[in-house]
T-cell receptor, first 113, second 108 residues
Framework: DSGVTQTPKHLITATGQRVTLRCSPR?????VYWYQQSLDQGLQFLIQ???????AKGNILERFSAQQFPDLHSELNLSSLELGDSALYFC????????????FGPGTRLTVT | KNEVEQSPQNLTAQEGEFITINCSYS?????LHWLQQHPGGGIVSLFM???GKKKHGRLIATINIQEKHSSLHITASHPRDSAVYIC??????????FGTGTSLTVIP
């Protein structure tokens, strides 16, 4: 158990809908990373937050947004969902915003029908 | 061309064999991660290194910054090592570049 929690574990929704994925980092970790893993694209870095502020942005679509709250949990919002957004979404946390080994959550499997 | 290339893509080994997975990158990175993903989907970070060599149990990771190359070695492989191994480079802008993974199967 990494100490990182993600909810929900599974999510099935229709095209055009909006969903919110939640991540709670390990106790004491200030930085949260979001990743998408799809069958055809592999793992992709989406975005990083550190202590409530956006630190780095990767291949995140404009339809997606994220935030980190004062209690350090983070949410990834996906809107106007398309079939191609079906994927595993992982979050990971580190003690601060630097280069550390990351602790991954179990992931949320999103299926868009 | 991917910024991070892994080889081999697939690897089958007999239990007890010494295994090497290679990772080459074309971007400037400040650190390189090795990740393990089991069939159930969970991801575990094995190593994060920016120079030299690290060892954890039967796993050894090395990196040569000048040659832009890293290797992951597994000694005395075991069926429970069967997983996908992914390397990921982190650049100074905190961008991650992932390899496509090496699928390892260790046969008893």
């Amino acid at each position: 158990d990494s100490g990182v929690t993600q909810t929900p574990k599974h999510l099935i929704t229709a095209t055009g809908q909006r969903v919110t994925l939640r991540c709670s980092p390990r106790s004491g970790d200030l930085s949260v990373y979001w990743y998408q893993q799809s069958l055809d694209q592999g793992l992709q870095f989406l975005i990083q937050y550190y202590n409530g502020e956006e630190r780095a942005k990767g291949n995140i679509l404009e339809r997606f947004s994220a935030q980190q709250f004062p209690d350090l949990h983070s949410e990834l919002n996906l809107s106007s969902l398309e079939l191609g957004d079906s994927a595993l979404y992982f979050c990971a946390s580190t003690p601060d915003g630097g280069a550390y080994e990351q602790y991954f959550g179990p992931g949320t499997r999103l299926t868009v029908t | 061309k991917n910024e991070v290339e892994q080889s081999p893509q697939n690897l089958t080994a007999q239990e007890g064999e010494f295994i090497t997975i290679n990772c080459s990158y074309s971007v400037g990175i400040s650190a390189l991660h090795w990740l393990q993903q089991h069939p159930g989907g969970g991801i575990v970070s094995l190593f994060m290194l920016s120079s030299g060599k690290k060892k954890h149990g039967r796993l050894i990771a090395t990196i040569n910054i000048q040659e832009k190359h890293s290797s992951l070695h597994i000694t005395a492989s075991h069926p429970r090592d069967s997983a996908v191994y992914i390397c990921a480079g982190l650049d100074t802008g905190n961008q991650f570049y992932f390899g496509t993974g090496t699928s390892l199967t260790v046969i008893p």
